[in-house]
């Protein structure tokens, strides 16, 4: 049991460019989210999904897209990567009673 | 909106002392969990505690156990008995259950405060 894990660790993306930031759990949760984490700002939340071929936007959702084709898979994607967008980035993974459950996290830096 | 404030920056606690985390939140729900998060330097987040709003017992994981004032909006973290490994960022978190399936099971947004490093000397 892997539980949440995110893909790459760390990338250095060039203003403009895009990517996607992988994220998948191998517990059976429905609720799956994505947060950014930047300095003295705690984590705030991107976009969530409450089950397969649903999501919706969270507090900061400008310039990410995300999809949920099945139960175990949400990545991020980044349209077109700007340098406010150098942050650390978590996937979390829900189960009963709200209680989430975080992958370690990918570090993105865009120059 | 619901926003969560933990006013206390960095604290710092001896080796085997008891600590205090601070946590406000402001909400107008009455159903409700709280969260604390641990973050050491691996980044990686870690579930320390749960309360959930409609009991009136304070949760409590062996060293670590909160105060929750529902009145007053407050849910402090004490850490009891200190260790080097305690050494991490702290988040205090709100969830307001928003999502339900069949089966009764309920989700929610967490909103997280700004967080509070800790450190723990020898």
């Known amino acids: 049991n892997a539980g949440v894990t995110q893909t790459p660790k760390f990338q250095v993306l060039k203003t403009g460019q895009s990517m996607t930031l992988q994220c998948a759990q191998d517990m059976n949760h429905e609720y799956m989210s994505w947060y950014r984490q930047d300095p003295g700002m705690g984590l705030r939340l991107i976009h969530y999904?409450?089950?397969?071929?649903?999501?919706d936007q969270g507090e900061v959702p400008n310039g990410y897209n995300v999809s949920r084709s099945t139960t175990e898979d949400f990545p991020l994607r980044l349209l077109s990567a700007a340098p406010s967008q150098t942050s650390v980035y978590f996937c979390?993974?829900?189960?009963?009673?709200?209680?989430?459950?975080f992958g370690p996290g990918t570090r993105l830096l865009v120059l | 909106a619901q926003t969560v404030t933990q006013s206390q920056p960095e604290m710092s606690v001896q080796e085997a002392e008891t600590v205090t985390l601070s946590c406000t939140y402001d909400?107008?729900?009455?159903?409700?969990?709280l969260f604390w998060y641990k973050q050491p330097p691996s980044r990686q987040m870690i579930l320390v505690i749960r309360q959930e709003a409609y009991k009136q017992q304070n949760a409590t994981e062996n060293r670590f156990s909160v105060n929750f004032q529902k009145a007053a909006k407050s849910f402090s973290l004490k850490i009891s008995d200190s260790q080097l490994g305690d050494t991490a960022m702290y988040f205090c978190?709100?969830?307001?259950?928003?999502?339900?399936?069949?089966?009764?099971?309920?989700?929610?947004?967490?909103?997280f405060g700004q967080g509070t490093i800790l450190t723990v000397h020898p």
């Open positions: 909400t107008s729900e009455s159903n409700y969990y």
């Open positions: 978190a709100f969830m307001k259950p928003s999502f339900s399936n069949a089966g009764g099971t309920s989700y929610g947004k967490l909103t």
């Open positions: 999904s409450v089950g397969a071929g649903i999501t």
């Open positions: 979390a993974s829900s189960y009963t009673g709200g209680t989430q459950y």
